[in-house]
């Protein structure tokens, strides 16, 4: 008899997954979705000639997944790059918006003109980064099972500066997290091999793109539609095999296999796939897998909320000549980032329109719209000017849709897979890395050891 395989939850991992398992192996498989919309996060809206992508609006190019999965779903041409001009970032200062030194890879300066000669940082603590040249390996490193804080391994490299000013508000937000809570190794193993190659400024000069800046690739890459529409292409391939309005409560033992259960029936299973947040997880497991589901249950979470505003291009007097900026500075109300989502991709928006995205952390995304678009627009007239009243508003709520990887968190890893009964498989952003490239590749990594299996 062929393989039946249950997969739960239709974000981009479980999509992933499903079609790697029906395109490239051929197996039958059914995709259960709680929510009435398939994508999870990737939520993209059309609105009054505006294409807003509430959550993640592009990938890492660097990481080739998601572009080979959109090439292979006949999206090719779709993809598209962010204008070259554009591709540099502000960081929000007291003396205004100062452009982050060119050529920092996650944070770690490239070039080292740049870190000389930048504004964001006092003589004393140029000079204390600088030192990274010369510290040996593991300087002062103090580990749990191996790893170590993102942002304690940032201070004893680089120096207490640059981890506030430059590089903690930078990764941190791509977690929407504290880097001196999270794990360096569970966010940025790519750091920890800096290290080994002599120190991060030295191994980050070694694998510095050539070329000018303005005439290399992209570093993110993203859909000309916007990413829902990687969600819609591979939909359209799981035609009836991905169901909607399916929250799965139980995953039950039964002979060889399993019986899913849920809100619209019951599945039988040779393997089960569990997409969904890792607390998700934890208690489908709690049946078969106590510890797996108790180490699953430990993985927390942060939470978002996105603000789009719109304006006449005319009511902004500042260039917007960059892909947005940071917020170094944390208080509740204070956004942690915004993004000028038109300086990206100008078709975003009507002609003669701008679209900025204003990016809020955990503490306030329980505010009401209202109270939201208030903070917003304080924040468009403290840092760019910006008096007029917007032309669109628009809010989006992510709950509990960061994971937030804590040192210790590769271990973890190892132990819940140790734990996982046979034919039962998690993956996801809890994971192998956040991102949707990491997504789509652990999706498919699973779908090529179930098929193999
Ligand atoms: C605001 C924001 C901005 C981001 N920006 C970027 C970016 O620019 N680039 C980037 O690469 N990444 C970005 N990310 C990260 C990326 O979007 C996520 O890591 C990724 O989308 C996670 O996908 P997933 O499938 O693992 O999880 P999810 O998207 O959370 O999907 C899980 C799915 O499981 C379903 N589900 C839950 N419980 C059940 C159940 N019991 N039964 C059935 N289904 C269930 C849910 O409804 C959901 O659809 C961003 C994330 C956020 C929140």
Known sequence: MSKRVVVIGGGISGLATAHALLTKHGIDVRLL?????????????????????EGPDSWVASKPQATALAKALGLGDRLIETIPENRRVFMRTDRGLVPLPEGLMLGIPTRLLPLVTTPLLSLRGKARASLDLLLPKYFRRQTVDGDEPLGAFIERRLGREVLDKLVGPLLGGLFTGDVDDLS?????????????????????????????????????????????????????????????????????????????????????????????????????????????ARELSAIGYSSAATVFVAYRRADVAHPLDATGYLVPDKAPGLPLASTWVTSKWPHRAPEGFVLIRVFFGAADVERSDDDLVAAARTE???????????????????RRASPQPRVGHPEKLRRVAEALPRGIHALGSAYEGVGIGDCVRQGEFIADRIGRG
């Open 33 to 53: 979705e709680a929510s009435n919309r398939l994508g999870g996060n990737l939520r993209t809206v059309r609105r009054e000639g505006y294409l807003i992508d």
């Open 184 to 292: 360096l190794l569970g966010t940025f193993p790519q750091l920890a091999a800096l290290e080994e190659k002599g120190g991060l400024i030295r191994g980050a000069l070694a694998m510095a793109p050539k070329g000018k800046s303005a005439t290399r690739p992209s570093g993110f890459l993203t859909l000309r539609g916007g990413v829902g529409e990687l969600v819609d292409a591979i939909a359209a391939r799981l035609g009836d095999a991905a169901r909607l309005e399916s929250r799965v409560t139980e995953i039950v033992r039964e002979g060889d296999g399993y019986v899913v259960v849920h809100s619209g029936g019951r599945e039988r299973a040779d393997h089960v796939v569990l997409a969904g947040p890792a607390h998700v997880a934890a208690e489908l497991l709690a049946a078969t897998s106590e510890s797996a």
């Open 380 to 398: 468009m007239r403290t840092t760019l000017s910006v008096t007029a009243e917007p032309a669109l508003v628009h809010v989006a709520r992510f």
